[in-house]
């Protein structure tokens, strides 16, 4: 158990940075704001 907590520990602590310091994005964030869109419909389908 010990070798598995160990070789668990050194493969999280070798993935640190692996792609790179970090980068600011490319675009603006986005404007303060919600926006909810879509279509919901509730019952039973099917033809009687």
Do not use: K, N
Not at 29 to 46: N, Q
């Amino acid at each position: 158990m010990r070798y598995v907590v160990l070789l668990s520990f050194i493969g999280t602590l070798a993935a640190c940075g692996v792609d790179g310091a970090p980068e600011r994005p490319d675009r603006a964030a986005p404007a303060p704001g919600l926006s909810v869109t879509g279509t919901v419909s509730v019952g039973v389908g099917g033809s009687f």
